[in-house]
């Protein structure tokens, strides 16, 4: 191998090990706070993806449906409780972000799919219409159980996988889509070509991980969510609520996710089941980082990225198991090194 | 009456071939099937706690192996049995040696890591056909009959099945199974009454990857074809699925499991695209919706749902008969030094937990060892049980050094405790958590326990720890689930888990928190009595009153340092103690 | 008889098919100190647990006049009542600081937070001392004394303190039932449950005994005290001059936690 093409594989590597990065961010923050291992991230990397090529191709993108029916399907779940308590502000409360907030998110998508519009414009409509997914369906699927055990929480995680893969296929079909690049540029250092579009990732990862940095350390929202990673009872005892907790950390995955499909759809063609091996990926890093630490977990999912860049270098067909055969001894020493006593809570 | 019952239903799904349509008996020996695969991961997951999701991949195996044999070397089907059981051994034992030793989230994903890495095995070896498959493999023949039809094959699938139930059923009733049992939420009790766990889980391993198997070399006769697909990764998540919807921690959970995901996957199959015409992917999302409604109603799956409603508090008897006590240990001669510790130190990153402690135990002593919570006091227990490795410093034990010894070779030694944070198997009656304590005094192991042949042992265990729950008083709890208990007996019920082992030293970590006046007097004249039989007992307590009134002598720590050590009233006058720890 | 500030009425609480509190009725007056004693495992924890709303039970749960069997926990702290729970559960990889700041989050938009976390320092000087280090390297006494200080910085009106003594040095111990004698002149009232018959009972206004997950008996604490029910079981016959000297010095503290 010569030494341009190590340097080519090494920016490949680094571009999908960002990605796998933020996914693998996510995936921290929703296990610390819900302890729910969150199968489903990589969905909303491709839905924001599909979803993007939708309103890029003029088309009305399907996860207006989706959204539209979840919405009331949460308002379903919260009504029981609100027959119960009898209070008006928490039944306008739901009301609002389960119903009017949707239709007119739908309403907005709906007048504006088929006109054409700026790309900044396409972006948001996207993020507005999948973000709210994350916590909708944290509302349905997961509070209900919210404090059931760690492998229930697993498997409700990949059956929603399974329901929202498929989802995906009716929702958007079988094709793959590409978007537009940001920027076309593309520079050149020597042998070796860097897209513009590969900067941006970069450089979006990047910024995106300083905000969050800055939301945990600094803001009482961000000490409050990391108050329930630490300390659930805690949490609730000083007046924080798990299910604010909850949301609020499914709100970020989701975004982050969003985020991420927006940044790879022009490198990568993304199809409706793309989601699945990509959070996987970056469910490597996070377990790498223990579910725990997130500059690790950043750390790891840059290593699976590379690995796998040069792993398909050698032997492509054999990549994804390369990656995944070479985790084995990662893990063995990491959960040598870890000696943690699994009961002591 | 109930078993009445169960033989009953036993005799009509005998004839359930004769009576079905070919459709459901097929379907039928397909639940079979994946009951066998399912029955090892509720051992493997629900029980012992370790989940999995590559258990496809044994099952692939087990298939493989059969059919290469019968294909390519003409061999008998049973040798490809014999195969396929030696080959997964094997392949169970390295992956499982590897495996089980992951601790936490790393587990599950080192079985997704070996279930990618075995499937893509198969589809790329020559030998194996590649990812189109192997056909041709022969039918299976019993007694000259050879199975080619659902009917047929319903028997041995079924009585393989039966056979599994059974042995499940033994093993967890056994000396082995109840180690099992603690496996999950009190592993490190169990080393600390000598059973080696990292062993059992790589037995329990190994047993459910060879179930998984023999599924597998049943449905490599009974399809008379292989191909990768179903040894792959999403049917590895899908049987686990069965585990998790049947109820994961229920012997029949698994059974149930796999006839409701197998008949639902037919439905949907049949119905759904009558219903909203030919989309294929919506079977999934319809399936992937119901799961999550099963798990929002019944998180312990739908046998632990049904048990939690229909079995009233049912304690699970057993039967203890009379017996001899197995053999007692040795005493030491009263007043010589038991118990050593020198200079003992732990270290947690910057933090001295213990700084270089230092004590020593005769035999046939009480000594207390009191100080704020934080002093150091558990710590210490930990060191001299192996729970943790000393820093620095030595622990010896009737001459022998301790360091480095695990905690199960301890416990060998003599040495038996209770916990402050009391771990007791929930579900487990008190008679079962109490003959755990006594695990070193038999010898019967996981085999012997899954065919029942070590019954005689097992009675002798029990009678023993029958013994010692009456000898704490607890006698009319006997078959009560320990988790039911309030807490104060709980920790009665470790004290009697302790004297179960027979021990020379036993550590009691706060066996009064919880315990009313009278209560703890019961418990300090048990003490006194205990010591009267030359037991020697190193005691953690608060309640001042009890500690003074009972030991011979007390430790003071404080952050970790030892602050005073002597007679209980001249330790109560010390003004070093007054000033840091009683006040004046 | 004045409105009870807390009041309930019949709450029984289940583990799966185990009843752990069965129809226990209470009722806290305001500024006054109710202590529950009782063996542990009685339920006591249960209880409280089930008047914060951390688990579901029957019967009625009255705060301030209104129902709050439908609140949550978190709309419970924010009406007022607040939980020291016997674990602590305090948010061990956080600083004090933020500990602290997360006490009053259900009132974020308050500037009076401020002035509170003063006053909490003001308390408690070691907690002061120690803002920036994290709560898990904090001792025995100092983690007690942050429990404390998080739950009055939400500014209960109701402050319930689940064995407050466990597992703290006799020292130590004397100095927390030093400050809640000082919290109830100050107005809050406290529902103190502790397995310290002697000192609950001492510094309390009102005493109820749990037995098996229901109410023994009740009384004013004075009362209590001497019943003899109450002395044999829980308080012990102090025949032993040595105890009763040492119980003396000690401001009724009869031993050193659990």
């Known amino acids: 191998m010569s030494f341009d093409i190590a340097l080519f594989l090494t920016q490949d590597g680094l571009t999908n090990g960002a990605i796998y990065a933020l996914m693998a961010l996510a995936l921290v923050l929703v296990f610390a706070v819900t302890r729910v291992i969150f199968v489903p991230q990589g969905e909303f990397l491709a839905y924001g993806a599909l979803t993007l090529a939708s309103l890029e191709a003029g088309k009305l993108p399907g996860t207006i449906w989706l959204l539209l029916a979840l919405g009331i399907l949460a308002f379903l779940f919260d009504l029981p409780g609100l027959l119960r308590q009898r209070r008006a502000r928490a039944a306008l409360q739901s009301a609002t972000w389960n119903l009017a907030v949707p239709l007119l998110i739908a309403a907005l998508v709906y007048v504006m799919a088929t006109e054409q519009t700026a790309r900044p414009v396409q972006i948001a409509l996207t993020c507005a219409l999948v973000v709210p997914l994350g916590p909708l369906l944290y509302r349905v699927a997961y509070q209900p159980i919210a404090d059931a055990p760690v492998l229930v929480l697993l498997i409700v995680s990949v059956a929603l996988h399974f329901a929202l893969s498929g989802l995906g296929l009716l929702l958007f079909g079988a094709e793959g889509v590409r978007t537009a690049p940001f920027s076309d540029a593309s520079f050149t250092a020597g042998a070796l070509v860097v897209s513009g579009q590969s900067l941006w990732v970069y450089a979006c990862s990047v910024v995106l991980m300083a905000l969050l940095y800055l939301f945990f350390d600094r803001t009482l929202y961000g000490k409050a969510l990391r108050a329930t990673a630490v300390n659930r009872i805690g949490a609730r005892l000083s007046g924080i609520s798990t299910v604010f907790a909850g949301r609020a950390s499914f709100l970020l995955a989701a975004s982050i996710g969003v985020f991420s499909g927006v940044l790879i759809a022009p490198i990568t063609t993304i199809y409706y089941d793309t989601g699945f091996l990509v959070g996987l990926k970056g469910f490597v890093g996070a377990i790498i980082g223990g579910l725990i630490s997130y500059p690790l977990a950043a750390a790891g999912a840059l290593l699976v990225g590379l690995l796998e860049s040069f792993a398909s270098f050698y032997a492509s067909a054999f990549k994804e198991v390369i990656v995944f055969t070479l985790i084995i001894p990662v893990l063995l020493w990491l959960s040598l090194r870890t000696h943690h006593d699994e009961e002591e809570e | 009456m109930r078993r009445g019952l169960l033989v009953l239903l036993a005799g009509l799904f005998a004839f359930a071939p004769a009576l079905l349509s070919d459709y459901w008996t097929t379907l039928l020996d397909y639940i079979g099937l994946y009951a066998l695969v399912v029955l090892g991961i509720v051992l493997l997951t629900g029980i012992a706690g370790q989940v999995s999701f590559g258990q496809a991949a044994f099952v692939g195996l087990g298939a493989y192996a059969t059919a290469w044999l019968t294909t390519a070397h003409d061999a008998s089907p049973w040798i490809g049995l014999l195969l396929g059981l030696l080959v997964t051994a094997v392949f169970a034992l390295v992956l499982g040696l590897i495996t089980t030793r992951l601790s936490g989230h790393f587990l599950p994903l080192g079985t997704i890591a070996w279930g990618l890495a075995l499937f893509y095995l198969f589809g790329n070896l020559e030998f194996l056909g590649g990812f189109t498959g192997m056909s041709g493999i022969p039918p299976l023949q019993v007694l000259g009959h050879e199975l080619r039809s659902a009917q047929s094959f319903f028997y041995p699938i079924w009585l393989c099945v039966l056979a599994a139930v059974l042995s499940i059923q033994w093993l967890l009733d056994s000396r082995s199974g109840r180690a099992i049992r603690a496996l999950r939420s009190t592993a490190s009790m169990a080393q600390s009454f000598g059973v080696d766990t990292a062993t059992l889980k790589v037995k329990v391993f190994v047993y459910a990857a060879l179930l998984a198997a023999l599924s597998g070399w049943l449905y490599a006769h009974f399809q008379r074809f292989v191909n990768p697909t179903p040894f792959g990764l999403h049917v590895g998540i899908e049987y686990l699925f069965m585990a998790v919807v049947g109820g994961a921690g229920y012997v029949w959970g698994a059974l149930l499991g796999a006839a409701l995901i197998t008949v639902l996957k037919q439905l949907l199959q049949s119905v759904l695209p009558q219903l909203v015409g030919s989309s294929g992917q919506f079977e999934i999302v319809v399936f992937g919706v119901l799961l999550i409604a099963v798990l929002h109603g019944a998180r312990e799956g739908i046998w632990g749902w049904i048990d939690a409603r229909i079995t009233p508090l049912r304690p699970h008897r057993r039967m203890i008969a009379a017996a001899a006590a197995p053999a007692a240990r040795a005493r030491p001669a009263p007043d010589s030094v038991l118990l050593e510790v020198r ?37 210490t227990f930990n060191l001299i049980t192996g729970m943790l490795p000393l820093s620095g410093g030595e622990v010896r034990f009737r001459g022998q050094s301790l360091a480095g010894l695990p905690p199960a070779r301890i416990a060998r030694l003599g040495i038996a405790r209770t916990f402050q944070h009391v771990k007791l198997v929930p579900g487990m009656s008190v008679l079962e958590n109490v003959a755990l304590g006594g695990h070193l005094r038999g010898g019967a192991g996981f085999v012997r326990g899954m065919l029942h042949l070590e019954r005689a042992e097992e009675r002798l265990l029990l009678a023993e720890a029958a013994r010692q729950i009456e000898r704490v008083g607890l006698g009319e709890h006997l078959h009560t689930p320990a988790g039911s208990l309030a807490l104060g007996m709980q920790r009665i019920v470790e004290v009697a888990r302790a004297l179960a082992a027979d021990p020379t030293l036993l550590l009691l970590d706060e066996p009064a928190a919880g315990l009313r006046y009278q209560e703890k007097q019961a418990l300090a004249r048990l003490l006194e009595k205990l010591r009267g039989e030359g037991l020697s007992i190193l005691l953690v307590e608060h309640d001042m009153d009890f500690v003074m009134g009972l030991v011979d002598r007390v430790v003071v720590l404080d952050f970790g340092v030892k602050l005073a050590e002597g007679l209980p009233r001249t330790v109560r006058d010390d003004p070093v103690v007054i000033e840091a720890y009683l006040g004046a | ?236 016959l102090g025949g032993k001059e040595d105890r009763e000297r040492r119980t003396r010095g000690h401001g009724g503290v009869d031993r050193a936690g659990s």
């Open chain 2, 343 to 379: 200079a003992a130190r732990k270290t947690f990153g910057g933090l001295i937990a213990v700084n270089d402690v230092s004590f020593e135990q005769r035999a046939g002593e009480i000594l207390g060892l009191i100080g704020p919570n934080g002093a150091g006091k558990s710590t």
């Open chain 3, 1 to 236: 008889m004045p409105d009870a500030l807390l009041e309930a009425s019949l709450v029984s609480v289940a583990y799966g098919k185990v009843r752990a509190v069965q129809e226990v009725s209470l009722r806290v007056a305001p500024g006054t100190v109710v202590s529950v004693i009782g063996a542990n495992g009685a339920g006591k924890t249960t209880l409280l647990c089930a008047l914060m709303g951390l688990l579901p039970c029957t019967g009625g749960v009255r705060y301030a006049g209104e129902d709050v069997r439908e609140l949550t926990t978190e709309r419970r702290v924010a009406r007022g009542l607040s939980l020291v729970a016997e674990r602590r559960e305090l948010f061990g990889s956080m600083s004090v600081h933020d500990n602290l700041l997360l006490g009053a989050f259900h009132r974020r938009r308050d500037p009076a937070t401020h002035a509170d976390l003063e006053a909490v320092f003001e308390r408690f000087p070691r907690l002061r001392e120690r803002h920036r280090q994290q709560a898990s390297t904090l001792s025995g006494g100092e983690r007690q004394m942050l429990a404390l200080g998080r739950a009055l910085m939400a500014r209960p009106r109701l402050l319930m303190l689940d064995e407050p003594s466990l597992g703290l040095a006799p020292l130590i111990v004397h100095e927390i039932f030093r400050i809640v004698r000082e919290l109830k002149d100050n107005g809050v009232s406290i529902l103190l449950v502790e397995q310290n018959a002697r000192a609950a009972l001492q510094i309390a206004d009102y005493g109820y005994v749990l037995e098996t997950g229901a109410m023994a008996l009740e009384g004013p604490a004075r009362e209590l005290e001497h019943d003899p029910r109450v002395v044999e079981t829980y308080l012990g």
